[in-house]
């Protein structure tokens, strides 16, 4: 791969990421050494603002930050690195000299490190792609994938009435592909979904039965379902899109709220956490995003935050929210109203994942020529995952697949191009605004 600087010469976007890849281990260091920008900053109000007692503590705390440093310093010796000084100096004239270069200048051929994957690590964060099985198997879609990712989304694969269309019968084939190419890949995966809406339930499950009976269909779907994928699966979204803020009580009418009651939800978290203690467990939902631009989408948001915040204070074991993000870029929310919803949910304790984002940009709908309305997609893209890393607990950001020639949009709303590639594997702008929001530009 060469030196930095010789891949600065070849290749201005890994030598960006080479630069943040270090600005992040240099953090890093110094917050393990408990020099964090937090506490310096309080430390200097303090001391600014009050007495001697202040004076002292800032004399304490510096010793230690000093200390802290020097850590740093050996920690940064022992990663072969000379001293945080001269990274920070480095650095800077390295990001100068990188933003002077285009990014016409990045081939594929000579882009070796350049991809979503490694910007996202530069954040702490993961990026994900719904995965279909059926494509796979074609070189193109297999490559790009593993190339750029690290965070799967089964598409349709452990749905209800895919892997387990009648009693007696589970389909876990095409599930355990899009495992096993994961974990041959370094990635991440996460299964959608266990409970959705009726349209998407199997009618074996909708069936006249008991309450008893009802249940014991859920508990052993869960317990086959979750079970067989312990330890081999970072996340579940154990329940899909329950508001309906046209119901009075704010939740869609499905099979389940029927039989069990609200406390359905809370159920099946419970059943999945019993199935895989060790697995992220998510709600999931569209147009939760946007608390103000809209009264529809802010009263779906603050239902949708009600939820979240009744499951955590009744103690179920929800870990984080999925916000859907299929978005059209004629009418959709604000960078800041995203970021709001995203901190409100992350202060619950709950981590975020943006879980399905796709941006239509039909020229039915959009004026502009098609180089206009793929640069509005890419500031979209841009602005709303910009806002987004910036925010604690957030965790990941996955896209409803990654080409255009393989999208849902295209079936169900008709002809688009809605991702981040072309139909030909190509990266379009969106791709790049998704990079430089990850890198933090
Ligand atoms: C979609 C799939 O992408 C399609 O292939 C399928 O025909 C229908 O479901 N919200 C969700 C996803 O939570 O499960 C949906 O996926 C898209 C909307």
């Known amino acids: 791969m060469g030196s930095l600087r010789e891949r600065l010469i070849e290749c201005a976007f890994c030598a960006r990421l080479e630069v943040k890849r270090r600005r992040r281990g240099l953090h890093r260091r110094f917050k393990t050494a408990g020099f964090t920008s937090h506490r310096l900053g309080k430390i200097l109000r303090s001391v600014l603002e009050g007495g001697s007692m202040e004076r002292r503590r800032f004399l304490k705390y510096a010793g230690a930050a000093l200390a802290g440093a020097t850590i740093g310093v050996v920690a940064g010796r022992q990663a072969e690195v000379t001293s945080p000084s001269q990274i920070i100096t480095e650095t800077a004239t390295q990001s100068r000299t990188v933003t002077e270069t285009t990014i016409e200048e990045c081939t594929e051929s000579t882009c070796c490190s350049a991809t979503l994957r490694a910007a996202a690590e530069t ?82 499950v909708k069936a006249e039965r008991s309450r008893e009976e009802f249940l014991r269909i859920l508990e052993e779907h869960v317990q086959t379902l979750v079970g067989r994928y312990k330890g081999k699966v970072y996340a579940w979204d154990v329940v899909n899109e329950a508001v309906d803020t046209n119901e009075v009580n704010g939740l869609r009418r499905n099979v389940f709220l029927e039989k069990l009651g609200e406390g359905y939800i809370a159920e099946a978290f419970r059943l999945a956490h019993e199935a895989d203690p060790d697995a992220l467990l998510l709600y999931n939902d569209y147009e939760l995003e946007s608390a103000d631009s809209s009264p529809y989408r802010k009263a779906r948001s603050d239902r949708i935050y009600k939820l979240a915040k009744k499951l955590v204070d009744d103690g179920a074991p929800i870990h984080g929210v999925g916000l859907q993000m299929h978005l059209d870029a004629w009418n959709c929310p604000g960078p800041v109203d995203v970021a709001v919803d995203v ?89 790049w605004g998704v990079m430089d929001a990850l890198l933090g530009e």
């Open 123 to 204: 954040r702490g964060i993961l990026v994900g792609a719904a995965t279909s099985s059926s494509f796979i198997g074609e070189a193109r879609y297999r490559n790009t994938l593993a190339r750029e990712f690290d965070f799967l989304t089964t598409e349709n694969e452990m749905k209800w009435r895919r892997i387990h269309p009648a009693p007696d019968q589970w389909d876990f084939e095409p599930a355990d592909t899009i495992v096993k190419f994961a974990s041959e890949h370094q990635m991440k995966v996460k299964c959608h979904n266990i409970l959705w809406k009726d349209e998407r339930t199997p009618d074996w």
């Open 343 to 431: 901190r409100r949910l992350a202060r619950l304790g709950l981590k975020v994942n943006i879980s399905e984002m796709d941006v239509r940009i039909t020229e039915k709908e959009l004026a502009g020529t098609l180089t206009e309305r793929l640069e509005r997609q890419r500031r979209i893209y841009h602005d709303i995952i910009a806002a987004c890393v910036k925010e604690q607990g957030f965790m990941a950001v996955t896209f409803w697949g990654f080409t255009d020639a393989h999208s849902w949009i295209d079936e169900e709303f008709g002809a688009d191009d809605p991702l981040l590639f072309d139909e030909n594997y190509q990266p379009k702008p969106a791709y």
